[in-house]
């Protein structure tokens, strides 16, 4: 296992939240039928190149920027920030943990400004940012929405091969952890951290990385979620519903993981809780709870657990992968060598398809 | 091939819906739990050895007895019939069929009088009634109502290996089908079928029966399905939920599939579509599109196809099984040797779990 | 008080459904804008002077047809008819009445060939038909459908002063009375009938008639209502939201009525319940009952009572109106002569709006 | 108008969210079964005197206490803060403002400990507490929750004279304003103001104060709050329902308004929006707009705008009432001297019940 990553002694920015991610696409037009024919995602502006999207909630100019590019992968994860002065106190922390650091005064996407970019110490390509414009917010817009109507970026997901090292820089940076799954020998297999006061932010889940396993947007009820499902099978794209819908055990809420045309992970997520209380008491799952991933126990199909987006580096560069080499997820809990129980101490192992691998 | 079941010339009885199944359960308190405690059937009224179940919406007597006994099957598939002499009717149609037929002034079960039980040539015991007793109907009463509220009786799903022969049979006595599953080669997988004009009373799907596939009830809404799975989750029996919740393409209603403790599976249905007019179109699905059994494409798990509960003949012995000599939709749809599509043409796999049993 | 209307010696059509309502609209840009743009109706064809609509699981041609005309009235209220011998019956029925009766094999309307039109003996102008061109039914469709589909046309209700003779005459053309609104007098302020299992295909609504009240679509489920008053919100057009969205006592269907740019009343509704047993239990209100209309008690307001659509005769013409003698349900429920209560022989007025007028 | 508050010097305490009301009610066995059976909210531990009640996602001890009293007023407005130390900077704050001030370290209620609480300078008796008892999260006990499953607290509702003045105080206490109503002259309605990242953890109304207009309640969909409406019908109180359900314009939430035993209103809501951004834009509305209330138009009955709960000071005395002297939201509104218009410019009145009054 790696050391830890040092604890900075300049402060952390203050993050308010996850405000948007910057996507590279290989194919921007299919990219399109994607998040906006598909998702309605609303259109703040485009080009040939770009096109920036946001939900219907929002009043800040993006939640999402997809770039045409030659490799399908990820350019950037932005967080907002409480004042422009957070920006210094970006540079300083990271400069202390020896990143890599880019300030633009013009910002590094349309809408924003003064922005901060770096590449973290797990390898991710991190933006800070206060200045944005602002747009309208569509929320009582409700002749623009759709059946499966998407409010608010709700967080990102990263594949990281050591989680508690991950977690631990986290928490330096200001996260609070909400949940985790661990098993019995101390492996954690993945964290959820927070912010805001919903469940996360943002989470690490233990793989190969650094890579992004998925992003994730919020509506408000859970046929919203199964309309996207429906529409997917009337467009016969239903091959691109990976996981779900289904319920979380970890964060309770509802929830569906999609592919884009590139493989892009999406995931359509409603209804978790309250966190935001200093105390706020943190939930451990056991790795081998069927129902952690999914309350009502319904597999997880392996191309969840093994497949997910490269980062790029300041310079756009794909970041190469280090190897995690604490037990996977996916190996001890399904196929041959793995167990998962509805019940603990149940040793039945069900018809649930997951055992049939 | 069996040869076609004749049709009498008598005239078929005037089925207006399938009304009440009678199950045999092997632990009567295990089997209240369920339907009671988690699913929230009201009781009509209960002995030692039998309980008497409505749906919320109902104003007859029951739609569901539940009866202690030593094999877990099914004693009778019911349905109500227009008016008292269309029992003469059945009679005489079964009589002519060669069939085993017995009428008791007094019924079978408690609040419901005068009844034909026969055993039909396809072998499945069925019960024909007018004369029940009347109870509340609980509609406006909210006070009562749970979360995953079943508000009716919604269809039968019987397995028989020649479903052609049996949809024949079944048009004689009147059903007309809505839907089937076929193949390019003439081999019909599954067929639905009706009288009350939704997609089924019954359906005929293949497989070595007769067995009882699934007894279905009807909800309002999709939120009141997923509250039944998320209860499950809560009381740690997820291992029961056996497939879903989903879309299907077949009749285009949300659904789950339950196991009751004796593995008789429940189905929780809502949402098809208007049946009744006399050109309502047949909608044929091919047995290789993978949107056919779940319109997201999400696997069926094979104990959905070789699973079911058996039936017992007039005298309660459990009635032997007939072998599919057709193939089976689980062998020409997924493993080695089958196949399925998301778009017609397409010969990716993808990366659906189906594909990897 | 008018005569009975006679019973015909004639057999009745044998109905299967309401299937469309044809609607002289006088601004036919502005209908299309609400039943299309805002509702989201399917357009089947149309040309400069006709627009024929359809819901989304509809498979034949329409269920609604706007034509432009001089004055905004109910042209027709159209059945369809389970074969087409029953047209014949239809002819018989009504001349035997001495109504005036007009077939056309060409049909009245595009889509529909062979129809009987009649002015039925309570004044309104009726359809009869069965051949129909078949369309596609888009239930399926979701990449179409809107966060407030209509799936089907449920239903419609007309005024007419003298509501005991309107049902009698019903009832004699084959419909069943499911509930109705009746005081301890005697007197019958409205009845639902049905053909098709729900609780009603039309309704007689007692006031000065023939009028139509209204025509109502099926949606699934009730965030569908909430969405087009949300909808109707955001394009600042409240104002032509006149009453609900709530929950109905009568049919415990949820319900919302918004008004054409006409004033044609249209209801969207969902969820009552199986009315197609032969004993179905009839349900009488209290007019004084004041969850009768709304089970929560919400007022009924004024508009919703007096207001109503003009019908046309089959030259065209507007038919006069005959004045209610009995009383009217508004004046014994509501304003300083009337009262309602929300627990039966509770005389507290409490705070209700409707209490206030 | 009175004189603007002062802003101490002293800094205000750092409040986390409105965390629970102390409430007193007449009758405890009548309130039990409005807010136990009714409502389901949880019972953490009662007496013959008083009853905690908690949310389903909560983990504190309590969101809700009912005390037995001889006056139904409220007893505390209580919030949690971010760490022991807030307490003194609550002291100090408000002692500089020369309120009193009662600190016990055992608590003022039970599953709290280190306590302030204060009567305001605009009169409410206000709490502060970091110290509570844990108790377990039931988000996951679906087996637990009812058809109207209540989450949250979600905000307090107080009514004040000067709203402006009320407005500031809370704004030096840390508070940010979200949302308001005001005229074009300058007089505001009511704002909405927020520690939390939602529209608003309490709301200052216009009106005779200090009372409390009303305490509220999340759920998660807005079936959920449709269920409580159905069930107070089928319990035949729906004369218990003063208004809704609808859509606030204001908060852009779905919302209801029902009264308890002793008349104190709670409210039901859901989805509202993400404000927690530091340059989270205001949004004023007419008070003129006849959408701002209720998004569909729907009218607002005279006891919403004229009832509330009186508020006790720390010796548990009523605090007798300032009149508010600026115009009243209702007289404005409705009646012969208000006027509401849909699309503002449009003079027209239309059929809406709220003109009629």
Not at 198 to 217: E, L, Q
Not at 255 to 275: K, M, S
Request: charged share 25%; aromatic share 10%.
């Amino acid at each position: 296992m790696a050391e830890r990553i040092p604890t900075p002694t300049s402060p952390a920015p203050d993050i308010v939240r996850c405000a948007y991610l910057e996507l590279v696409v290989t194919d921007l037009a299919r990219s399109r039928e994607f998040y906006v024919d598909l998702l309605g995602l609303v259109v703040t502006c485009e080009s040939d190149t770009e096109i920036y999207l946001r939900t219907f909630d929002e009043f800040i100019h993006h939640n999402l920027v997809l770039r045409q590019g030659p490799v399908a992968a990820v350019a950037a994860f932005a967080y907002r920030v409480r004042s422009p002065e957070e920006l210094d106190r970006a540079v300083d922390f990271y400069t202390e943990l020896g990143c890599r650091v880019e300030r633009r005064g013009e910002g590094f996407v349309r809408g924003v400004r003064d922005a901060v970019r770096v590449q973290d110490p797990i390898g991710f390509p991190i933006e800070y940012f206060y200045e944005v414009e602002h747009v309208e917010r569509l929320a009582w817009a409700y002749h623009l929405h759709n059946p499966g109507a998407l409010v608010r970026l709700d967080h990102f997901n990263q594949v990281t091969p050591d989680v508690p090292r991950a977690a631990a820089h986290m928490v330096d940076l200001g996260f609070r952890v909400t949940e985790d799954i661990e098993d019995g020998e101390g492996t954690v297999y993945a964290a959820w951290m927070r912010r805001k006061p919903t469940v996360h932010d943002t989470a690490m889940t233990g793989g190969d990385g650094p890579r992004m396993h998925h992003v994730a947007f919020a509506t408000h009820e859970k046929h919203n979620i199964i309309a996207i499902c429906d529409k997917m099978g009337a467009l016969r794209i239903s091959d691109r519903i990976e996981r779900g819908p289904g319920r979380h055990g970890v964060s309770n809420a509802f929830y569906l993981y999609i592919l884009d045309p590139d493989g892009h992970r999406v995931e359509i997520y409603t209804q978790d809780y309250w966190t935001g209380d200093p105390d706020n008491p943190l939930v451990t799952w056991d790795v081998h709870d069927n129902q952690r991933r999914d309350w009502w126990g319904n597999p997880v199909v392996p191309s969840w657990y093994t497949e997910a987006s490269p980062v790029l580096d300041l310079d756009g560069t794909v970041v190469p992968l280090t190897t995690r080499t604490d037990d996977s997820e996916m190996s001890v809990t399904i196929g041959a060598d793995g167990f998962s129980y509805t019940r603990e101490g149940d040793v039945e192992k069900g018809f649930k398809l997951g055992n049939q691998l």
